[in-house]
């Protein structure tokens, strides 16, 4: 026997939290992403009201097809956090369409809990800790609600209250595990490599040991930029940070100011531009 379809108040429900998940992303995301974003959730929305208006399979098709394009081309390697929330975000957009019956609305709630994780990749101020909480308890209020035999009428506010308790109960436990577990130097898909390893570039400092373990490295090393017109490039000589600071294991410079005279070298005579230098 198949599970009863979701009801309008749940699929409401679930528009408004998903919506609410995703907005502190909005600032972070490419302006087309968001308005894409947020036209799912209109038509969503709208559907509820006007079923005419819901979507079949093939169109739910083409417009994840119209998605996928529209990622890879405004992030063609999927490289960085930015490319990779846009893709969360629409996936659960696009999960909340075909949205139909009560294990569909497991999997968006779930991805839920996954988007409220990168927020805390871009902003870990109380303010945001607070937002999250809140959407933590409006999710799980929701996941009990859904999970309930009989649907009741009017707002859950009874699941929402057993949210905020069993949020609150777990407070402690998250506490301990705070303040007891041990802290890791990095991200844990950063675990098994070696940070201290030397890299190609201008680096800062250098430490003893490290050129015996120098990995290649694609990072920008520096960038020039010229109050004057770009010199010939036969005349473009750069010499390498010079590293005078010791403690006897580490090596590093003082602060250097960020406008500097640089020369060029080479047969012609030598030349002085005023550059800017930056990170």
Not at 94 to 111: A, S, T
Not at 185 to 191: C, K
Not at 222 to 242: H, K, N, S, T
Request: aromatic fraction near 8%; hydrophobic fraction near 50%; include cysteine.
């Amino acid at each position: 026997m198949n599970p009863p379809p979701l009801n309008h108040r749940s699929l409401l429900s679930l528009s408004l939290i998903t919506l609410l998940v995703v907005a502190p992303h909005f600032a972070r995301l490419d302006p087309r992403i968001s308005l894409a974003f947020m036209a799912v959730i209109l038509l969503r929305v709208t559907s509820l009201y006007r079923p005419r208006l819901r979507l079949g399979r093939w169109l739910l098709l083409g417009i994840t097809l119209a998605s996928a394009v529209l990622i890879l081309s405004l992030y063609p390697l999927l490289m960085g956090l930015p490319a990779k929330v846009a893709l969360l975000s629409l996936m659960m957009g696009l999960k909340l369409m075909e949205c139909r019956r009560r294990r569909d609305l497991y999997v968006v709630v779930f991805l839920g809990y996954f988007t409220l994780i990168t927020h805390f990749l871009f902003d870990q101020g109380m303010l945001q800790v607070a937002y999250v909480v809140v959407m933590v308890i409006a999710l799980s209020g929701l996941l009990i609600e859904a999970g309930r035999a009989e649907s009741r009428s009017g707002w859950p506010l009874h699941s929402l209250r057993l949210a905020a308790g069993m949020t609150a109960q777990a407070l402690p436990v998250m506490l301990v595990l705070f303040f007891l577990f041990p802290r890791l130097n990095g991200p844990l898909w950063n675990l098994g490599v070696d940070n201290s390893t030397g890299q190609t570039g201008l680096s800062d400092s250098i430490t003893m040991g490290s050129i015996s373990r120098l990995i290649r490295s694609r990072a920008v090393a520096f960038r020039v930029d010229f109050d004057q017109a770009m010199p010939a490039p036969p005349l473009r000589y750069w010499r390498g940070p010079v590293l005078w600071h010791t403690d006897g294991r580490r090596w590093g410079r003082a602060d250097l100011p960020k406008t500097a005279l640089v020369s060029y070298r080479s047969d012609a005579p030598p030349v002085s531009y005023q550059v800017t230098l930056e990170p």
